[in-house]
């Protein structure tokens, strides 16, 4: 490569976006003549020179077929020479480029092998027989037709293209419209004025416009239809359809009115057949230059990418001494890679063969799993039978109990009894559970231990060329101890029935002990009345004697006569000494009534308040006794439903308690398959650390000379 590259490798750094043609063709060349001899860049820069020199931009010109595409171009051309035939006719690419005058007018064919030949155009015969299917064979052998004519809107840059119709039933004539429409600049797009656009149509015109194409929409055949009526219509209704793509100019043409209107110079047809319109669109479309951009743009990017590479390969060649470091760079690192791979095959190996251990758990423990479960059976059988027999046997006792024949006390005795048989032998089960969990743990602990073992055996035998030291990692190996673990299985136990009899017991011995007290006050009461009664009585004795006997009434006499006739006659009795008696002795008895009418009384009122406190002591102990009784009937009633309803209960217990086991055992295989997944891990970080420095250690060996 020329040293002069390096010099010009900066115009990198001048480049702007966005040239315009000449410019990029000029900075094109000078890199042509910089690079033609570099045998790395050359073709790369010739290919670049080719397209900047050969750029060309079209307008192609497509539709449904048989919408008039042939005869708006001869309209544009003013001259019928391209085939206008009703059915599909276009088939070869027609170029139209621009010369400056009819009579430099002529075709150029070029054929598929690379060949080309030119003539003059004589008439339309000869045209039509290279580009239509009605043509001869020799269609079949030519690329594209190249027809040079004076055409105001185009210009050495531009080109116009008829193309066969862009919904051609033939694939070969489909294949090269749509590679055109491709390459095509800018879309000259013609529709059916008569029809207006159709589905077809709207889906083509998306599909342009989404490729950022420049889209003229012409509407042909307007000489078919009142134009101050029908054509506002047609333009509605397209640019309805068209709203959500694009907004759109729509050109209504007549290419017959137009053609007659340049053959007969006929400025009324010329202007009603709207050529000249469309004629000025697409002259301010060539004037403005927009059809090159896009191109331009294409090859200036491929051109700046090159431009990059070029400076990229001059900077690489000014230190060789850096190239060939990074060459031995890149060689070393590829004894790493290659290292690394042996490395990498040695660690996924390992890391198979711990990860093949996994599941090994579950399959030990359910086995001995199936053997509890069994067991539990058999229990749910015995358990059953004890809880018939006590049943039979509180059966005989209800009457008597609920008579208070039997104490309560022996029946809670025996029941508790009853239940601690079955406490203790599902305590045996839950010893047999423990047993077989424990005998579980310490077999696949065993295992675990042999299965690291053969792990390690099998590093030690693989086959492969990498150097490590595997009686260090046999130590590492060991430190990694798989720690014994104790089971504890938890059995819930059958609750007991509490009897509450004792409280109400105790309850009713206090009430007995008042009622004593009552009773004994009553009797105090009682004596009390008794000795004041006896008091009175004796007071009233001692009145008594000392009163004495009633006196009897003295006999009165009164005397009669005189003298010696005098003597004395019976004259009634003297009640006096009586009457007093009587007084005293009533004076004395109304004390003595009153005494006792008082001492009755007081002793009345204690009698009757101690009364109604035995009454209510008396009603306290029978609502107690009916208490007792109500409790010891609710109690009788509560353990006979247990008993008589205990093989639905055990049933369910028992179930529950398969299921507890069946859940503890998960549990326990959980743990353990938790603890095999930690020892596992643990065992591959260890041994994907130890693989990494055993091979950090053989790449810091590598030597590249």
């Not at 037709?145 to 862009?166: C, H, I, K, M, R």
């Not at 799993?369 to 005989?396: C, M, P, W």
């Not at 105090?524 to 000795?531: G, R, V, Y």
Request: some cysteine.
């Amino acid at each position: 490569m020329s040293n002069t590259a390096l010099i010009f490798s900066n115009t990198y750094e001048r480049v702007e976006t966005k040239m315009n043609k000449n410019v990029l063709r000029s900075e094109i060349n000078e890199l042509v003549n910089a690079y033609k001899e570099d045998l790395f860049f050359g073709d790369e820069i010739e290919l670049l020179s080719n397209r900047i020199h050969s750029l060309e931009s079209s307008i192609a010109v497509t539709g449904q077929f048989s919408v008039g595409k042939s005869a708006l171009l001869n309209a544009l051309l003013g001259e019928e020479i391209l085939s206008t035939r009703r059915i599909e006719s276009t088939k070869v690419l027609t170029r139209i480029r621009s010369c400056p005058s009819r009579e430099e007018a002529k075709v150029t064919l070029t054929y598929l092998k690379g060949d080309s030949r030119t003539f003059p155009i004589e008439d339309i015969e000869d045209l039509e027989k290279y580009t239509t299917f009605q043509g001869e064979e020799v269609t079949d052998q030519l690329a594209s037709v190249d027809l040079y004519w004076p055409v105001s809107f185009l210009n050495e840059e531009l080109v116009l293209v008829d193309t066969p119709g862009a919904n051609s039933v033939t694939k070969s004539a489909f294949q090269t419209t749509r590679t055109q429409l491709k390459k095509s600049s800018a879309i000259l797009y013609l529709f059916n004025g008569q029809k207006g656009l159709e589905t077809t149509d709207h889906e083509l015109l998306k599909e342009f416009i989404s490729d950022g194409k420049k889209v003229f929409l012409v509407g042909t055949h307007i000489d078919r239809i009142d134009v101050s009526k029908d054509w506002d219509a047609v333009v509605k209704s397209a640019q309805s359809n068209l709203q959500e793509i694009s907004d759109l100019d729509i050109i209504g043409v007549s290419s017959i009115w137009g053609l007659q209107g340049k053959i007969e110079s006929n400025d009324i047809l010329l202007s009603e057949s709207n050529i000249t319109t469309l004629e000025a669109v697409l002259g301010d479309y060539m004037a403005s230059g927009d059809y090159h951009r896009a191109d331009l743009r294409s090859i200036e990017s491929d051109y700046m990418k090159l431009l990059m590479e070029i400076k990229k390969v001059e900077e690489d060649q000014l230190d060789e001494e850096r190239e060939i470091e990074e060459e031995r760079e890149r060689r070393r690192e590829r004894l790493i890679a290659i290292t690394e791979l042996d490395y990498a095959d040695v660690e996924t190996y390992g890391k198979t063969l711990l990860r093949r251990r996994e599941g090994s758990v579950r399959e030990m423990g359910s086995r001995l799993e199936e053997g509890v479960l069994r067991d539990g059976k058999d229990i749910l059988h015995t358990v059953t039978a004890s809880y018939a027999t006590f049943s039979q046997q509180l059966n005989s006792k209800m009457q008597e109990l609920a008579y208070g024949m039997i104490d309560v006390e022996s029946l809670k005795h025996d029941y508790i009894n009853h239940l601690n048989h079955v406490e203790q032998i599902y305590l045996e089960w839950g010893e047999t559970i423990e047993a077989s969990g424990h005998q579980f743990v310490e077999a696949f602990e065993a295992q675990v231990k042999r299965a690291d073992k053969t792990f390690l055996h099998a590093m030690k035998t693989m086959e492969n060329d990498v150097d490590i030291q595997w009686d260090h990692f046999d130590s590492i190996l060991m430190s990694i101890a798989f720690e014994p673990m104790r089971l504890d299985i938890d059995l819930t136990d059958f609750e007991v029935y509490e009897s509450q009899v004792d409280k109400e017991e105790s309850k009713r011995t206090k009430l007995k002990t008042k009622l004593s007290t009552v009773e004994k006050e009553q009797q105090q009461i009682a004596k009390t009345l008794d000795e004041q009664v006896s008091e009175v009585e004796k007071n009233k004795k001692s009145v008594l004697s000392h009163l004495g006997e009633r006196p009897k009434p003295e006999r009165q006499y009164r005397e009669t006569g005189m003298w010696f006739w005098k003597k004395s006659v019976p004259d009634g009795y003297d009640y006096s000494g009586p009457n007093r008696w009587d007084e005293r002795y009533r004076e004395m008895t109304t004390v003595y009534e009153q005494d006792l009418t008082r001492i009755n009384e007081v002793n009345r009122e204690l009698s009757m308040k101690n009364e109604r406190k035995r009454t209510r002591t008396l009603k306290e102990i029978d609502e107690l006794e009916e208490e007792i009784h109500s409790k010891r009937r609710a109690f009788l009633s509560a353990l006979y439903s247990i008993i008589n309803d205990q093989s639905k209960i055990v049933r369910e217990t028992h179930n529950e308690r398969l299921n507890d086991v069946r859940q503890e055992w998960e549990r326990l295989l959980t743990i353990q398959e938790e603890r095999h997944s930690t020892h596992l891990q643990t065992i591959e970080d260890k041994f994907v650390k130890f693989v990494n420095d055993s091979k950090q250690t053989a790449i810091k060996k590598i030597r590249v000379l």
